[in-house]
């Protein structure tokens, strides 16, 4: 692996201060592709980091976005959730924050970034995030969801995708409701979408977390996970190709 610099990159939304990390190839001199990643419910994390450095050591700029504020870093799931749900709950305001650290990603001083190949993906949470902001129109080539809700309050937002969309899915998810699935593909065919779904047999949520350990409804899965984020990578040299 590529020795990967991690440096927190500080801004403001509506005056309140905010902290993504950038994880980069500081030895590499020319503009990479550019990652938006959206964390899971725990936000901005040691764990977090970690995929972020692993992601952007196959060449790329990966911005782990801060969705809830820098003095919040959730130590629980009681304290994650009372973070997440306010977002979950209004996914304008949710996309405000996902847009300000797309901006991020792309005027940040540390490096450079190709801002003619941008994408996003998340995890958990993080993944209806990412999927909110190809929503909101942003210009992202892929949109990539691991483990994540499907839902959105007007499907007919998904016109404004831009690029491809793969969702990574457990089959055996118990927290993201099976209806939403025919109802992502509905949402995705009336929009025209270029989208996959893949599901993958007994996994069920948080399957790429190493630290998940509840059987039956958070598991790590590490063949599973390989998996996907070899889809993800595939898709990636697809969409940036060129």
């Not at 503009?31 to 901005?44: E, S, T």
Request: hydrophobic share 40%; with cysteine.
């Amino acid at each position: 692996m590529s020795q990967i610099t991690v440096r927190s990159v500080a801004y403001q939304i509506d005056g309140q201060p905010y902290e993504s990390r950038l994880a980069f190839d500081a030895d590499h001199k020319g503009p990479h592709p550019g990652l938006l990643m959206a964390p899971n419910w725990m936000g901005v994390s040691a764990g977090a980091e970690e995929i972020a450095k692993s992601v952007a050591s196959k060449g790329y700029v990966v911005l782990i976005a801060d969705l809830y504020g820098q003095a919040i870093r959730p130590q629980n799931g009681d304290e994650a959730g009372a973070a997440m749900m306010p977002l979950k709950n209004d996914r304008a305001l949710l996309r405000k924050r996902m847009q300000a650290a797309f901006e991020q990603l792309q005027g940040q001083g540390e490096t450079t970034v190709d801002t003619s190949k941008l994408a996003t993906f998340g995890f958990c949470f993080g993944g209806c995030c990412a999927l909110e902001l190809a929503r909101a129109g942003a210009p992202v080539k892929a949109t990539v969801s691991f483990h994540g809700t499907l839902d959105t309050p007007n499907v007919n937002d998904a016109k404004n995708i831009k690029g491809s969309v793969l969702v990574l899915h457990g089959a055996a998810d118990p927290l993201v409701p099976k209806e939403q699935l025919p109802a992502f593909e509905a949402e995705m065919n009336a929009a025209g979408v270029d989208w996959q779904l893949l599901s993958y047999g007994g996994a069920v949520h948080s399957f790429t977390d190493p630290h998940a350990n509840v059987p039956g409804k958070m598991m790590y899965d590490a063949k599973t996970a390989a998996r996907a984020f070899t889809s993800m990578h595939n898709l990636l040299d697809e969409v940036f190709k060129g």
